[in-house]
Each structure stands twice: as C-alpha cells, then as structure tokens.
C-alpha cells in the first residue's frame, strides 16, 4: 500500500482564496481592511525567508502589511515600546513577532505584551487559556494547519484515536487542545514516553512535532493512519548540500500509513494561511463582525 499524499499547498491556495474573497467583502462592505503587522529582530536566515513569505501573503489576499525590521541588538523594553504603538494603532488588527529572537530579549514578556485581541500567533497566556478552556480564542497557526489537514482526509475526527509526539506552546499542547475540541481520543506523548513506538502504532492519527530528523519510523506506524508531519529539520544530502526533511522517516511511513503530509508542501505553507485567517477574523472582532467560517 502507498499512502495518499495530501497536499499542504493545494489546500493552503482554497484556505487562502476564501480569506481573499472575505477580506474584498469586508472591505466593500465595511471599508475595513485588515492589517497585520510583523516583527523581525536580527538577520536570523530561515526567520527572513519566512517572514518574507507572510508579509507576500497577506498583500497578496488583500491585507495591509506593516513590516519592521529592527536590529539584532534591540532591547526587551525598545520592542515593548512597538508592540505598544501597534496595540494602540486602530489600522493594525494583528501583531506577529517572529520568533525566536535574540538572547537579550525577555520573549515571554514580549509574547504577554501583545493585545490578545491581536494574537494572531495565539500564544499569549489569555488565548492559551481560552483555548484549554473550550471558549473562544484565537489559536497557533500551525495546530489549526494540522487539523485542517487532517480533515481533509476525516470528514469528522470524532472518536479517533490520536498521538501527538511533543509538547511544546507552540504546537504539541494547542494541538492537544484542538483535537480535544474534535472529540477525538489524544494522547501527547514526548522524549520520555516509555515504548513511544508502541504507542504509536495504535494511532488512528500520528502527529510528529519532536524536531527530530526522520525520527518515526515507518514501523510505528499503523496500517492506514493518517500521518501529520510537523517538523522541518535541515541534513546533509549525497551531494555534500542540504536537504529538507521532517520528523518521520516518509519513504518508509509512506508505504505503511493511509495518508501522510509530505515535507515540504505539507504542514508549512498551512500555517501561513491559517496566520492570514486569523488576522481577517481578528479585525472582524475588533470592529464587531461576526467573524467568517474560513
């Protein structure tokens, strides 16, 4: 058996084209055009590409970019400084700083001094919390990738037995939350799970967020899972270059499991249009719109 692949980038286009067509809406109807701004501190390689990235999606949809990029010897209190004007701009509906940032700056004060109602990252405690508490909350962009994703193979997640492999505040624990909230069974498993194979090949869903390289292995998994790869893990080719891969071993995965996302053209370009959908349903909010179903 070979595993269907399920297309990050095809599903990312129809997620970002219904956000395009909202946001035209929105602005003819309301003369409201959402804003995003993004923060970039320092000349970290892999955090400008992918900042460049957002800041083309969101003109792309029809947003309105606000870009900054500040040196990497900024200080914890000159970036609160910012966060503190873009809280109190009216034009700017969510605030993204791209993590991680440089060792001097405090990230967790960072991360608490952005408006919730402008987390489009979803990681301030007060939308973390919602989102454990099953109430309304804006959530991380890559959990909300995964669960798409999986639905695009599940019409319904309801009672499937789930593993999350890794616990981080970024993916592993907002995933868990997530799924929860699709009634599905979940399990969150991590470096120290005793038999982590085992535990593994009973998932009906496999989500592998460790960041490990090609670290699941195609034996763990069961007979026709669905396989969501998180990671993003750069090694070494035949030909003295590099290679992307992620956190499961795909050429062995891909001829065990019923679906599995590839790396790249998975999880990733998921994440960016889930940020552009939840900037549009941030602005919504902030001006008392009932924030659309995208």
Not at 146 to 154: G, N, P, Q, R, S
Not at 193 to 206: K, S
């Amino acid at each position: 058996m070979t595993a269907r692949i399920i297309d990050g980038r095809a599903i990312a286009a129809e997620l970002r084209a219904s956000v395009a067509a909202e946001t035209r809406r929105l602005t003819t109807a309301h003369g409201l055009v959402p804003g995003l701004a993004v923060i970039l501190v320092g000349e970290n390689p892999a955090s400008k590409a992918y900042v460049g990235s957002k800041s083309r999606g969101v003109v792309e949809v029809g947003m309105k970019p606000f870009d900054f990029h500040l040196p990497a010897t900024t200080s914890t209190n000159e970036l609160l400084g910012l966060i503190g004007e873009l809280n109190n701009d009216a034009a700017v509906h969510g605030i993204l700083v791209q993590l991680p940032l440089p060792p001097q700056i405090n990230a967790s004060r960072i991360i608490a001094a952005v408006d919730p109602a402008k987390d489009v990252d979803g990681f301030h405690p007060l939308n973390a919390g919602r989102l454990a508490s099953g109430l309304p909350a804006l959530a991380p962009c890559t959990p909300v990738g995964c669960i798409k994703l999986a639905k695009a193979v599940h019409a319904s997640l309801s009672g499937l037995d789930a593993v999350v492999i890794g616990r981080s505040n970024i993916v592993g624990k907002p995933l868990v939350q997530l799924l929860l909230a699709e009634n599905a069974t979940v399990t969150i498993a991590h470096s120290r799970t005793r038999d982590l194979a085992g535990l593994c090949e009973r998932a009906d869903l496999l989500f592998a967020a460790i960041g490990r390289p090609e670290f699941v292995r195609g034996g763990w998994i069961k007979p026709g899972a669905t396989v969501i790869d998180v990671g993003i893990n750069r090694v070494a080719a035949d030909n003295g270059k590099s290679r992307i891969v992620g956190d499961v071993f795909f050429a062995e995965a891909v001829e065990v499991a019923g679906a599995i996302t590839p790396v790249p053209g998975g999880v990733g370009p998921m994440t960016i249009a889930c940020l552009l959908a939840n900037t549009l349903r941030a602005a919504c909010m902030q001006v008392g719109l009932t924030a659309p179903d995208v």
